[in-house]
Protein backbone atom coordinates (compact mmCIF):
# COMPACT_ATOMS: atom_id res chain seq x y z
CA UNK A 1 0.00 0.00 0.00
CA UNK A 2 1.61 3.23 -1.22
CA UNK A 3 1.58 5.66 1.70
CA UNK A 4 0.73 8.95 1.34
CA UNK A 5 3.59 10.80 3.41
CA UNK A 6 5.84 12.41 1.59
CA UNK A 7 10.18 12.44 2.54
CA UNK A 8 11.97 15.19 4.12
CA UNK A 9 14.43 14.56 1.13
CA UNK A 10 11.50 14.89 -1.76
CA UNK A 11 10.05 18.00 -0.21
CA UNK A 12 13.68 19.81 0.11
CA UNK A 13 14.26 18.51 -3.96
CA UNK A 14 10.89 20.29 -4.56
CA UNK A 15 11.76 23.56 -3.07
CA UNK A 16 14.96 23.69 -4.61
CA UNK A 17 12.51 23.39 -8.34
CA UNK A 18 10.14 25.80 -7.63
CA UNK A 19 11.42 28.19 -4.42
CA UNK A 20 8.94 30.28 -2.98
CA UNK A 21 10.01 34.01 -3.75
CA UNK A 22 8.80 36.79 -1.09
CA UNK A 23 6.68 39.07 -2.16
CA UNK A 24 8.40 42.43 -2.51
CA UNK A 25 7.05 45.90 -1.86
CA UNK A 26 8.04 48.59 -3.84
CA UNK A 27 10.04 51.24 -2.14
CA UNK A 28 8.51 54.58 -2.04
CA UNK A 29 11.10 57.85 -0.65
CA UNK A 30 9.76 59.93 1.84
CA UNK A 31 11.44 63.15 0.48
CA UNK A 32 13.19 64.02 -2.72
CA UNK A 33 17.07 65.09 -3.11
CA UNK A 34 16.70 67.73 -5.55
CA UNK A 35 15.10 71.21 -4.47
CA UNK A 36 14.54 72.74 -8.14
CA UNK A 37 12.30 69.65 -9.24
CA UNK A 38 10.22 67.34 -6.82
CA UNK A 39 9.77 64.49 -9.28
CA UNK A 40 13.65 64.25 -9.71
CA UNK A 41 14.63 62.05 -6.47
CA UNK A 42 17.98 62.26 -4.84
CA UNK A 43 20.95 62.83 -6.05
CA UNK A 44 22.61 59.17 -5.84
CA UNK A 45 19.14 58.01 -7.12
CA UNK A 46 18.69 59.94 -9.88
CA UNK A 47 21.30 58.75 -11.91
CA UNK A 48 20.76 55.14 -10.92
CA UNK A 49 17.14 55.42 -11.89
CA UNK A 50 17.42 57.49 -15.44
CA UNK A 51 20.91 56.44 -16.78
CA UNK A 52 20.92 58.23 -20.02
CA UNK A 53 20.05 56.79 -23.15
CA UNK A 54 23.57 55.67 -25.46
CA UNK A 55 22.07 57.09 -28.40
CA UNK A 56 21.07 59.80 -28.22
CA UNK A 57 22.59 61.49 -24.81
CA UNK A 58 20.64 63.85 -22.90
CA UNK A 59 22.19 67.03 -22.25
CA UNK A 60 23.56 67.79 -18.62
CA UNK A 61 23.49 71.00 -17.31
CA UNK A 62 26.63 72.68 -17.53
CA UNK A 63 28.02 76.21 -16.27
CA UNK A 64 29.20 78.40 -18.46
CA UNK A 65 33.00 77.75 -18.35
CA UNK A 66 34.58 81.50 -18.44
CA UNK A 67 31.82 83.02 -16.40
CA UNK A 68 31.53 80.26 -13.70
CA UNK A 69 35.01 79.91 -12.94
CA UNK A 70 34.17 75.74 -12.28
CA UNK A 71 33.68 72.87 -15.14
CA UNK A 72 31.46 69.96 -14.67
CA UNK A 73 33.07 67.07 -16.18
CA UNK A 74 30.90 64.94 -18.33
CA UNK A 75 32.27 61.50 -18.75
CA UNK A 76 30.28 58.38 -20.30
CA UNK A 77 31.02 55.16 -18.61
CA UNK A 78 32.93 52.42 -19.86
CA UNK A 79 30.38 49.44 -21.69
CA UNK A 80 32.22 46.96 -19.28
CA UNK A 81 30.33 49.30 -16.15
CA UNK A 82 26.64 48.48 -17.70
CA UNK A 83 26.80 45.30 -15.44
CA UNK A 84 27.90 47.08 -12.52
CA UNK A 85 25.57 49.83 -13.34
CA UNK A 86 22.62 47.80 -13.30
CA UNK A 87 23.38 45.91 -9.67
CA UNK A 88 24.14 49.38 -8.21
CA UNK A 89 20.84 50.47 -9.82
CA UNK A 90 18.91 47.77 -7.83
CA UNK A 91 21.07 47.87 -4.97
CA UNK A 92 19.89 51.83 -4.71
CA UNK A 93 16.29 50.72 -5.50
CA UNK A 94 16.28 48.34 -2.22
CA UNK A 95 17.93 50.74 0.44
CA UNK A 96 17.92 53.97 -0.91
CA UNK A 97 18.48 55.47 2.62
CA UNK A 98 21.29 53.02 3.35
CA UNK A 99 23.38 54.10 0.51
CA UNK A 100 22.92 57.77 0.93
CA UNK A 101 25.72 58.21 2.95
CA UNK A 102 28.07 56.60 1.12
CA UNK A 103 27.37 58.68 -2.21
CA UNK A 104 27.83 61.91 0.08
CA UNK A 105 31.16 60.26 1.29
CA UNK A 106 32.37 59.03 -1.84
CA UNK A 107 31.19 62.58 -3.76
CA UNK A 108 32.78 64.85 -0.83
CA UNK A 109 35.96 62.84 -1.04
CA UNK A 110 36.29 64.04 -4.91
CA UNK A 111 35.17 68.00 -3.65
CA UNK A 112 37.82 68.39 -0.81
CA UNK A 113 40.65 66.71 -2.98
CA UNK A 114 39.58 69.70 -5.56
CA UNK A 115 39.71 71.93 -3.34
CA UNK A 116 42.97 71.32 -1.72
CA UNK A 117 44.31 71.29 -5.84
CA UNK A 118 43.87 74.63 -6.38
CA UNK A 119 46.43 75.42 -3.94
CA UNK A 120 48.58 72.91 -3.76
CA UNK A 121 52.63 72.94 -3.42
CA UNK A 122 55.59 71.23 -2.19
CA UNK A 123 58.37 70.76 -0.24
CA UNK A 124 61.52 69.15 -2.63
CA UNK A 125 63.42 69.11 0.37
CA UNK A 126 62.00 67.15 2.47
CA UNK A 127 62.23 64.21 0.00
CA UNK A 128 66.45 64.77 1.00
CA UNK A 129 68.40 63.08 3.53
CA UNK A 130 70.25 65.87 5.45
CA UNK A 131 68.64 68.60 3.47
CA UNK A 132 67.14 71.37 6.07
CA UNK A 133 63.91 72.79 5.10
CA UNK A 134 63.60 75.90 4.74
CA UNK A 135 61.36 78.40 7.30
CA UNK A 136 59.39 81.27 6.86
CA UNK A 137 60.09 83.93 9.42
CA UNK A 138 57.43 82.71 11.18
CA UNK A 139 58.83 79.24 11.83
CA UNK A 140 56.45 77.69 9.26
CA UNK A 141 57.94 75.30 6.36
CA UNK A 142 58.37 77.09 3.03
CA UNK A 143 57.09 75.25 0.38
CA UNK A 144 57.09 75.89 -3.82
CA UNK A 145 53.88 76.49 -5.05
CA UNK A 146 52.41 76.94 -8.41
CA UNK A 147 48.79 78.59 -10.06
CA UNK A 148 47.59 82.04 -9.94
CA UNK A 149 47.22 81.99 -5.54
CA UNK A 150 50.82 82.61 -5.24
CA UNK A 151 52.68 83.49 -8.39
CA UNK A 152 50.21 86.85 -9.15
CA UNK A 153 48.90 87.23 -5.84
CA UNK A 154 52.31 86.62 -4.37
CA UNK A 155 50.71 84.67 -1.06
CA UNK A 156 53.62 81.85 0.61
CA UNK A 157 53.51 78.68 0.10
CA UNK A 158 52.83 77.17 3.65
CA UNK A 159 50.55 74.41 5.36
CA UNK A 160 48.64 77.58 6.35
CA UNK A 161 48.21 78.90 3.31
CA UNK A 162 47.15 76.22 1.80
CA UNK A 163 44.41 75.14 4.27
CA UNK A 164 42.93 78.85 3.72
CA UNK A 165 42.96 78.33 0.44
CA UNK A 166 41.36 74.91 0.89
CA UNK A 167 38.59 76.54 3.18
CA UNK A 168 38.45 79.74 1.04
CA UNK A 169 36.74 77.04 -1.85
CA UNK A 170 35.07 74.81 0.88
CA UNK A 171 33.38 77.17 2.20
CA UNK A 172 31.70 78.42 -1.64
CA UNK A 173 30.84 74.60 -1.58
CA UNK A 174 28.61 75.08 2.01
CA UNK A 175 27.06 77.64 0.82
CA UNK A 176 25.55 75.45 -2.14
CA UNK A 177 25.08 72.48 0.21
CA UNK A 178 22.79 74.41 2.21
CA UNK A 179 20.58 74.41 -0.93
CA UNK A 180 19.95 70.58 0.06
CA UNK A 181 17.48 69.86 1.63
CA UNK A 182 17.37 69.65 5.83
CA UNK A 183 17.48 66.40 6.17
CA UNK A 184 20.47 65.53 4.22
CA UNK A 185 23.18 68.84 4.03
CA UNK A 186 24.05 67.88 7.17
CA UNK A 187 25.47 64.51 5.93
CA UNK A 188 27.24 66.43 2.87
CA UNK A 189 28.55 69.14 4.94
CA UNK A 190 30.35 66.66 7.39
CA UNK A 191 31.51 64.41 5.20
CA UNK A 192 33.14 67.12 3.61
CA UNK A 193 34.93 68.70 6.63
CA UNK A 194 35.88 64.94 7.43
CA UNK A 195 37.70 64.71 4.56
CA UNK A 196 39.68 67.90 4.70
CA UNK A 197 40.79 66.69 7.92
CA UNK A 198 41.71 63.57 6.44
CA UNK A 199 43.67 65.45 3.91
CA UNK A 200 45.61 68.14 6.50
CA UNK A 201 46.64 65.28 8.50
CA UNK A 202 47.73 63.02 5.29
CA UNK A 203 49.74 66.36 4.51
CA UNK A 204 51.74 66.57 7.91
CA UNK A 205 52.95 63.23 7.66
CA UNK A 206 53.71 63.18 4.03
CA UNK A 207 55.22 66.45 3.25
CA UNK A 208 55.94 67.70 6.62
CA UNK A 209 57.18 64.69 8.54
CA UNK A 210 55.56 65.33 11.44
CA UNK A 211 54.81 61.51 12.81
CA UNK A 212 53.78 62.89 16.04
CA UNK A 213 49.99 62.33 16.69
CA UNK A 214 49.82 64.49 19.25
CA UNK A 215 51.72 67.25 17.46
CA UNK A 216 49.22 66.53 14.50
CA UNK A 217 45.83 66.62 16.33
CA UNK A 218 46.61 69.96 18.13
CA UNK A 219 47.07 71.42 14.83
CA UNK A 220 44.03 69.72 13.56
CA UNK A 221 42.26 71.34 16.81
CA UNK A 222 43.42 74.90 15.24
CA UNK A 223 42.26 74.17 11.98
CA UNK A 224 38.80 73.44 13.59
CA UNK A 225 38.74 76.96 15.13
CA UNK A 226 39.72 78.29 11.99
CA UNK A 227 37.36 77.04 9.86
CA UNK A 228 34.49 78.22 12.59
CA UNK A 229 35.45 81.68 12.52
CA UNK A 230 36.02 81.72 8.90
CA UNK A 231 32.47 80.58 8.20
CA UNK A 232 30.83 83.15 11.02
CA UNK A 233 33.59 85.96 8.79
CA UNK A 234 32.26 84.85 5.27
CA UNK A 235 28.69 84.82 6.04
CA UNK A 236 28.75 87.82 7.46
CA UNK A 237 30.45 89.33 4.60
CA UNK A 238 27.89 87.80 2.20
CA UNK A 239 25.14 89.26 4.05
CA UNK A 240 26.36 92.95 4.41
CA UNK A 241 28.65 93.64 1.40
CA UNK A 242 31.78 93.54 -0.53
CA UNK A 243 33.50 95.26 1.71
CA UNK A 244 32.45 93.09 5.02
CA UNK A 245 33.37 90.27 2.88
CA UNK A 246 37.21 91.66 1.99
CA UNK A 247 37.99 92.46 5.60
CA UNK A 248 36.96 88.29 5.69
CA UNK A 249 39.23 87.67 3.16
CA UNK A 250 42.33 90.00 4.15
CA UNK A 251 42.08 88.65 7.47
CA UNK A 252 42.01 84.47 6.67
CA UNK A 253 43.88 84.28 2.69
CA UNK A 254 46.53 87.27 3.69
CA UNK A 255 46.19 86.89 7.15
CA UNK A 256 45.99 90.59 7.93
CA UNK A 257 48.96 92.34 6.17
CA UNK A 258 48.53 95.91 5.98
CA UNK A 259 50.29 95.85 2.15
CA UNK A 260 48.00 94.05 0.64
CA UNK A 261 47.22 94.96 -3.11
CA UNK A 262 43.55 96.07 -2.83
CA UNK A 263 43.31 95.43 -6.32
CA UNK A 264 44.27 91.51 -5.90
CA UNK A 265 42.04 91.45 -2.82
CA UNK A 266 38.81 92.79 -4.55
CA UNK A 267 39.73 90.01 -7.47
CA UNK A 268 39.13 87.32 -5.24
CA UNK A 269 36.12 89.18 -4.01
CA UNK A 270 34.60 89.54 -7.08
CA UNK A 271 35.89 85.61 -7.85
CA UNK A 272 33.90 84.10 -4.78
CA UNK A 273 30.64 86.42 -6.09
CA UNK A 274 30.47 84.94 -9.89
CA UNK A 275 31.62 81.19 -7.99
CA UNK A 276 28.24 81.52 -5.75
CA UNK A 277 26.30 83.12 -8.75
CA UNK A 278 27.33 79.85 -10.89
CA UNK A 279 26.00 77.60 -8.15
CA UNK A 280 22.70 78.89 -7.99
CA UNK A 281 21.87 78.13 -11.64
CA UNK A 282 23.69 73.80 -11.09
CA UNK A 283 20.88 71.16 -9.94
CA UNK A 284 21.66 69.02 -6.92
CA UNK A 285 22.37 66.22 -9.09
CA UNK A 286 25.15 68.02 -11.07
CA UNK A 287 26.76 68.67 -7.19
CA UNK A 288 26.89 65.61 -6.21
CA UNK A 289 28.52 64.10 -8.69
CA UNK A 290 31.25 65.74 -7.42
CA UNK A 291 32.55 66.37 -10.61
CA UNK A 292 33.74 69.64 -10.32
CA UNK A 293 36.70 72.00 -11.35
CA UNK A 294 37.41 75.56 -10.11
CA UNK A 295 39.38 78.11 -12.30
CA UNK A 296 41.02 80.84 -10.76
CA UNK A 297 40.51 84.58 -10.49
CA UNK A 298 42.46 85.69 -12.93
CA UNK A 299 40.26 86.85 -15.24
CA UNK A 300 38.30 88.91 -12.95
CA UNK A 301 41.12 92.10 -13.47
CA UNK A 302 39.04 93.98 -16.06
CA UNK A 303 35.96 93.61 -13.93
CA UNK A 304 38.05 95.07 -10.92
CA UNK A 305 39.71 97.82 -12.71
CA UNK A 306 36.21 99.38 -13.63
CA UNK A 307 35.41 102.36 -11.33
CA UNK A 308 32.30 101.70 -9.03
CA UNK A 309 29.67 104.58 -9.30
CA UNK A 310 29.54 104.31 -5.81
CA UNK A 311 33.01 106.23 -5.77
CA UNK A 312 31.01 109.53 -6.49
CA UNK A 313 28.51 108.84 -4.38
CA UNK A 314 29.52 111.43 -0.63
CA UNK A 315 30.10 109.49 2.51
CA UNK A 316 27.62 110.14 5.32
CA UNK A 317 27.93 110.00 8.75
CA UNK A 318 25.40 107.80 11.14
CA UNK A 319 23.03 110.47 10.96
CA UNK A 320 22.69 110.72 6.97
CA UNK A 321 24.62 113.83 6.69
CA UNK A 322 27.72 114.66 4.80
CA UNK A 323 30.66 113.43 6.50
CA UNK A 324 33.63 116.34 7.33
CA UNK A 325 35.61 116.58 4.37
CA UNK A 326 33.13 115.60 1.58
CA UNK A 327 30.60 117.72 -0.62
CA UNK A 328 26.89 117.41 -1.12
CA UNK A 329 25.73 115.86 -4.45
CA UNK A 330 24.88 117.68 -7.12
Given at each position: M???????????????????????Q??????????TS???G??????L???P?????????K????????????????????T?H???????????????????????????????????Y???????????????????????????????L??????????Q???????????????????H??????????????????????V????????R??Y?????????????????????G??????????????A???????????????M????????????E?I????????????????????????????????????????K??
Amino acid sequence: MASKRVCTACQRFGRSINPQRPIQQPFTAQRTFATTSSNLGRAGKYYLDNPPPRATPRPSPKPDIEDAKITVESKDPPPEANTTHMMAQELRRRATRTTETYIAYGATEMLVKECARVGNYSIPQTQEKGVETPKTKDGEDLGVGEGWWYTELGLTPTFSTWAQITFLHMYLLIARLRCFPADHAPTWHQHLLDHFFYEAEDRMTVVHQIYARGVRSRYLKDLFIQWRGLMAGYDEGLMKGDAVLATAVWRNIFKADEEVDLRKLAEVVSYMRRVLRTFDSVTDEVIATGRIKFGDPSSETALVSVESKMMAVPFTDEDGQPAAGTKKAD
